[in-house]
């Protein structure tokens, strides 16, 4: 079985230095737990609330578990028990000098983090977690922190290009699948969607039809890398539209979904305008719309769509393995021009995008121009795509393989 350094490990400890208490996000069987008990020290407990009888004792005496786990301590999927977080914000403020007492891990963001903000907010840091990156994947994690958008040229490094991308799109980023663990993709697949509907979903929102919330499942698996429409993924998955939103904020509070919204200057205009679909996870996204193989992936109908998701997501992971809030949007205006992804960084943005060629053109990057018009400097430009080496475009575009990423 295959050994992955994972980046978020002096990730964790870095924020355990600075705070009293870390917490690690992310969708079920992305590794949080398994992360956390590779960067504890010698001595450092470890309790978790998946056992009923462990989570029923924190449930019906904080005060009680606490004296049974003291800190230092991992307490993975805090989630199911909110009650310990005022007495654990109490033994906190006690010690207030002390960090990285507590460790926590969680699957289900919407409701934990409004907990957490109530109880622990500016006594923790937090990291969410996906899958397993491509850099960890090829043990490229001491460069973790180059620019997504290179500033130099690297013409004698050549990378995986169509077969190699597609392999990893299609069997996506959970550990399991990544280290060899679990070899048939579609059992595995299988079995998380049924664990996850059993175990996570009917703790965020009662649903009593299975089936059907299997279609809308598979309905929104097959938009993603598009704008979201919610009254018609609510017809096709037969449901109400206050259904169809209220099971997407499901879907995004058990980090199995993002979205990424519109660039504006206009921060209130950002949250109230259409955001893009993407789930997080290529493998369960490919699982979901019926992709047998990476070779009919590649080739059909949702190859381009589904390369973009890859992208996101890996985007997304080099944020998230840092700590950091991931800078990205979209530009789309009333004239239908779109850039896929736009990157603010120090009030810059640099546009990329997502292209499934080998040989990308100058007409691709005819809407990195409207950048102008949101009135801030412009940076660097970039198509990613399955070229095999970086190369300049233009003069201020370049070629980036995704296999680089």
């Known amino acids: 079985m295959k050994l992955i350094e994972r980046t978020a490990f002096s990730t964790v400890r870095e924020l355990s230095a600075q705070f009293p208490a870390v917490m690690v996000c992310g969708a079920r069987q992305v590794g949080k737990t398994t992360l956390l008990r590779n960067a504890a020290e010698d001595g450092r407990k470890f ?12 449930r019906n005496d904080p005060a009680l578990f ?144 299975e089936e059907r919330f299997l279609v809308f499942l598979k309905a929104a698996a097959a938009r993603t890398g598009q704008l979201l429409n919610i009254s018609e993924l609510a017809r096709d998955a037969g449901i109400a539209t206050s259904t169809a939103r209220d099971w997407l904020g499901v879907l995004g509070a058990s980090g199995l979904v993002y979205l990424l919204r519109p660039y504006s200057r206009n921060v209130t205009s950002r949250i109230v305008k259409t955001p893009k679909l993407y789930f997080t996870d290529t493998g369960l996204c490919s699982y979901l719309t019926g992709w047998s193989s990476p070779e009919t992936l590649a080739n059909g109908a949702m190859g381009g769509a589904m390369l973009e998701t890859f992208v996101v997501g890996e985007l997304l992971k080099r944020y998230w393995n840092r700590g950091k809030e991931p800078p990205l949007w979209f530009y789309r205006d009333k004239a239908g021009s779109e850039i896929d992804i736009l990157i603010e960084h120090d009030g810059v943005l640099d546009s990329v995008e997502v292209k499934k060629t080998a040989s990308p053109s100058k007409s691709d990057i005819r809407a990195f121009a409207k950048v102008r018009s949101l009135g801030l400097p412009i940076g660097r430009g970039a198509v990613m795509c399955l070229a095999g080496q970086t190369r300049p475009l233009t003069q201020d575009a370049i070629v980036v393989p995704i296999g680089s990423l």
């Open 66 to 209: 606490l004296q049974a786990y003291t800190p230092p301590v991992i307490i993975d999927e805090i989630q199911y028990a909110p009650q310990l977080l005022p007495l654990v914000k109490m033994a906190i403020d006690r010690d207030s000098d002390k960090c990285g007492r507590y460790w926590f891990t969680g699957s289900q963001q919407f409701h934990l983090m409004r907990d957490i903000g109530e109880t622990l907010a500016g006594r923790i840091g937090i990291i969410d977690l996906g899958g397993i990156s491509q850099r960890e994947e090829l043990g490229r994690t001491t460069d973790e922190a180059v620019d997504i958008v290179p500033s130099s040229i690297d013409t004698e490094t050549s990378y995986e290009t169509l077969q190699g991308v597609f392999a990893r799109i299609h069997r996506g980023s959970f550990p399991a699948l990544v280290s060899g663990r679990v070899r048939n993709i579609e059992t595995f697949y299988r079995s998380y969607v049924r664990t996850h509907l059993e175990r996570d979903i009917r703790n965020l929102v009662r649903i009593t039809d």
């Open 47 to 58: 309790v978790s609330l998946d056992d009923p009888d462990v989570r029923a004792l924190a």
